[in-house]
């Protein structure tokens, strides 16, 4: 159990998951890593300064950045790329989501606004490099693992037909898979006035 402080200044419990990373992955991909933080906060339609900051200093550095470098040596794109490689994917089909990302912006698409928190999501994603997912705590059970997808399992991908999961790297709880670098599972997405539903806990991670 955690203790945080709520964006109104009261204090929050929030019980957050052991999450760990199976031996099988980290035999074939040895460099594996997995960083998780449980937090929460309201979510809103939108936070105007988010897009401020992006448009001001995100994204004029990413666009100068990617006129001059190529995808793969993008920051963890190369490196994502040899792992999918490695765990039998082939990473021209299916593609992490911060390479998603940078590809929207090299073709001057604008990047989508769903929410505060996925927008948040996104932005660090671009930042970072890394593949980064966002889970609703109370969607969740039991302890999650980052561990290689067996044969037929799939799930509807946000945004996405169902995706086959068959030796991708992805994020299980004791219902089964709800994350991977390409695209997370709809049911533990983070949605607007989610708590008016139930308490608004999330967890992030970043794989």
Same mark, same amino acid.
């Given at each position: 159990? &955690?203790?945080?402080?709520?964006?109104?200044?009261?204090?929050?419990?929030?019980?957050?998951?052991?999450?760990?990373?199976?031996?099988?992955?980290?035999?074939?991909?040895?460099? @594996?890593?997995? =960083?998780?933080?449980?937090?929460?906060?309201?979510?809103?339609?939108?936070?105007?300064?988010?897009?401020?900051?992006?448009?001001?200093h995100t994204q004029p550095r990413l666009v100068q950045m990617l006129e001059s470098t190529e995808l793969a040596a993008?920051?963890?794109? =190369?490196?994502?790329?040899? &792992?999918?490689?490695?765990?039998?994917? %082939?990473?021209?089909?299916?593609?992490?989501?911060?390479?998603?990302?940078?590809?929207?912006l090299r073709q001057g698409k604008e990047l989508y606004q769903i929410n505060t928190a996925v927008d948040a999501n +996104?932005?660090?994603?671009?930042? @970072?490099?890394?593949?980064?997912? @966002?889970? %609703?705590? &109370?969607?969740?059970?039991?302890?999650?693992?980052?561990?290689?997808?067996?044969?037929?399992? =799939?799930?509807?991908?946000?945004?996405?037909?169902?995706?086959?999961?068959?030796?991708?790297?992805?994020? &299980?709880?004791?219902?089964?898979?709800?994350?991977?670098?390409?695209? %997370?599972?709809?049911?533990?997405?983070?949605?607007? +006035?989610?708590?008016? +539903?139930? +308490?608004?806990?999330?967890?992030?991670?970043?794989?």
């Amino acid at each position: 159990m &955690a203790r945080f402080e709520a964006a109104h200044g009261a204090p929050v419990e929030i019980l957050c998951p052991t999450v760990s990373i199976d031996p099988a992955l980290a035999a074939v991909w040895p460099d @594996t890593a997995l =960083g998780c933080v449980c937090w929460s906060a309201p979510v809103l339609p939108q936070e105007p300064q988010l897009w401020q900051h992006f448009a001001s200093h995100t994204q004029p550095r990413l666009v100068q950045m990617l006129e001059s470098t190529e995808l793969a040596a993008m920051p963890q794109i =190369g490196p994502s790329r040899r &792992a999918f490689k490695a765990f039998g994917r %082939d990473p021209g089909r299916v593609r992490i989501s911060s390479e998603a990302l940078y590809r929207r912006l090299r073709q001057g698409k604008e990047l989508y606004q769903i929410n505060t928190a996925v927008d948040a999501n +996104n932005l660090v994603s671009l930042e @970072t490099g890394f593949s980064l997912g @966002t889970y %609703d705590l &109370a969607c969740l059970q039991g302890d999650l693992v980052l561990r290689l997808g067996r044969e037929g399992e =799939g799930y509807a991908g946000i945004g996405k037909d169902t995706l086959d999961l068959h030796r991708m790297p992805l994020l &299980a709880d004791a219902l089964g898979p709800v994350g991977c670098p390409c695209s %997370d599972a709809q049911r533990a997405m983070i949605v607007e +006035n989610m708590a008016e +539903n139930h +308490n608004s806990q999330k967890v992030s991670d970043s794989r």
